[in-house]
């Protein structure tokens, strides 16, 4: 039996909590929202009504992660049910491990007038989450980041404008911009601003990120993501593979057990 089988029996709790995709702090009546995925087994007893940020009585040492979910079209509200881009059970498990809580922002960013706007909005939306989790107790050493697709895009983004807000983060396929068959269809979007939202990363202090990029990935694949590489920094670091599943691989990937010893092995690290 694999080493991430003899994880089940864990009683990390998953539950499914509702919160306004608006507000992070306002329980909602369905799913589809700001939520926790899990807690800390200490909070495993609390009512699943009662588990949302203000009502947690979080110390100093609870250590959250936030999952950021993927955007589909952002010129158009796409993800609001937010239903959809779970985190995949590698994280699930090392945070299980780690009595890590786990908390899915839902965004609501569009692009609206102005393309490619939709990325800072959700960094707006992520430093307001910050700034809850703060009032909460949580300190920022504390807090690490996690996400798919335009999520990870947002984690990267957050480095430069959010430094020192965070600990680090672990991305999966991180994209912005459309696919790469796009880049003469839609020549702004590849061509002006991703490079743009590129530098301005590069601009970051730190880069603590441990990315999964798959080869057969439309959007980014691992040599698309070297830009981000300094030669004299341990991160970020970048893994790339392929499980023919393109851009959602995480969903089902084929190197489950590896990637979640990188990514226990990756948060251990941060406490050493």
């Known amino acids: 039996m694999s080493k991430l089988a003899g ?15 608006s507000s992070a702090n306002t329980i909602a009546s369905k799913s589809g929202s700001s939520r926790f995925l899990s807690v800390e087994q200490k909070f495993a007893h ?13 110390s100093h040492e609870s250590k959250v992660i936030i999952w950021l979910h993927g955007t589909k079209r952002p010129a158009v509200i796409s993800n609001h049910k937010c239903n959809d881009d779970l985190p995949p059970k590698s994280l699930m498990l090392a945070a299980n491990k780690l009595d890590f809580s786990v ?9 609206g007038s102005e393309k490619g706007s939709f ?12 700034s809850q989790l703060n009032e909460m107790g949580i300190h920022d050493e504390n807090i690490f980041l996690s996400g798919f ?6 984690a990267l983004m957050a480095a430069r404008a959010l430094p020192n807000r965070f ?9 912005f911009a459309g696919p790469r068959y796009e880049t003469n269809i839609f020549p702004i979007w590849r061509k002006v601003l991703r490079p743009k939202q590129i530098n301005e990363i590069l601009e970051s202090e730190r880069l603590d990120f441990l990315i999964f990029a798959y080869s057969d990935d439309p959007f980014n694949r691992p040599e698309d993501l070297n830009v981000f590489l300094k030669s004299n920094e341990l991160y970020p670091k970048i893994i790339g593979y392929t499980c023919k599943k393109g851009h959602f691989t995480y969903r089902k990937d084929c190197k489950s ?3 979640y010893e990188e990514i226990l092995n990756f948060f251990q690290e941060s406490d050493s």
Request: proline share 7%; with cysteine; net charge negative.
């Open 7 to 21: 994880y089940f029996p864990h009683i990390f709790v998953i539950i499914l909590l509702f919160s306004s995709c």
């Open 46 to 58: 609390y009512p699943p009504e009662t588990r949302n940020i203000q009502s947690l009585p979080f």
């Open 103 to 111: 908390y899915y922002l839902c965004s609501t960013a569009t692009d």
């Open 119 to 130: 990325i800072y909005k959700r960094v707006s939306e992520l430093e307001k989450l910050l």
């Open 149 to 154: 697709s335009a999520g990870g895009w947002t």
């Open 167 to 175: 600990n680090r983060g672990v991305l999966f396929a991180p994209a």
């Open 257 to 259: 057990e590896e990637t």
